[in-house]
């Protein structure tokens, strides 16, 4: 694994007002992410997982703490500062597509190419994750893990640093799924983009070169897999 750190969290905490209840989401979270690595982050559904993908994401910000990323804290950035940060550096994966069933897939990536600085063509992205001959179909000519990867497309196009991808897996059944897994292993190997996989799946944690373990809001332990598992060899 390369040392260079890509992101740096330190205390980090949410809290949700919900009435007159306090919700604890995250509980004093330090963690770093490095260059070029694939995480797992892995636990039960109200864990805290989502909470710290969509602050790293700079989508949300934490009650207290901080999240160093390039040598500037995301959390004192200002909103014109953080819609920078989430267009040029961040790719996003999450459980449902959000693809605009007007537009092919390849109007779909290309909405993305667009507004970036130096992205891919959609036909390259779309052909990392092998469909390029899928590319004038619309979403409902998809099946699922079709329609999952042509949002892996549209979030690697932009040839993002970081890919942040919440429960990627969760709405496809295991065969789909692992293809969906194969092409952000190939997405992590190729380009070398730092990747980071949020899921409740235990078994996914198998391809991960780090594998951290969420439990009530806090990091509840942190593995580093000697072997990693490719996901073709996965099965749930």
Excluded at 57 to 64: F, N
Excluded at 146 to 171: M, N, S, Y
Aim: net charge negative.
């Amino acid at each position: 694994m390369q040392s260079e750190v890509v992101f740096q969290a330190r205390g980090l905490t949410k809290v949700y007002q919900i009435g007159e209840t306090e919700v604890h989401a995250l509980r004093g979270v330090d963690l770093d992410l490095f260059q070029g690595e694939l995480v797992v982050l892995l636990g039960a559904s109200g864990s805290g997982k989502s909470t710290l993908l969509n602050i790293l994401g700079g989508l949300d910000l934490p009650t207290t703490g901080q999240v160093i990323y390039g040598g500037n804290d995301l959390v004192k950035a200002g909103e014109r500062q953080l819609t920078a940060y989430r267009r040029y550096h961040v790719g996003f994966v999450f459980q449902f597509y959000n693809l605009i069933p007007s537009l092919t897939a390849k109007e779909n990536v290309a909405v993305v190419t667009e507004i970036s600085r130096d992205p891919m063509t959609p036909e390259q992205a779309l052909d990392i994750v092998q469909l390029g001959d899928r590319m004038d179909h619309f979403p409902a000519q998809l099946s699922g893990g079709e329609q999952q990867r042509v949002a892996i497309a549209r979030a690697i196009a932009k040839q993002p640093d970081v890919l942040l991808c919440d429960e990627p897996t969760g709405a496809l059944d295991s065969s789909t799924g692992i293809v969906v897994l194969e092409a952000l292993a190939k997405v992590n190997r190729e380009l070398g983009t730092t990747t980071a996989i949020i899921t409740h799946n235990a078994v996914i944690s198998g391809m991960a070169d780090r594998v951290i373990h969420f439990s009530d809001g806090r990091i509840a332990g942190i593995d580093q897999n000697t072997e990693k598992i490719a996901p073709q060899a996965l099965s749930w």
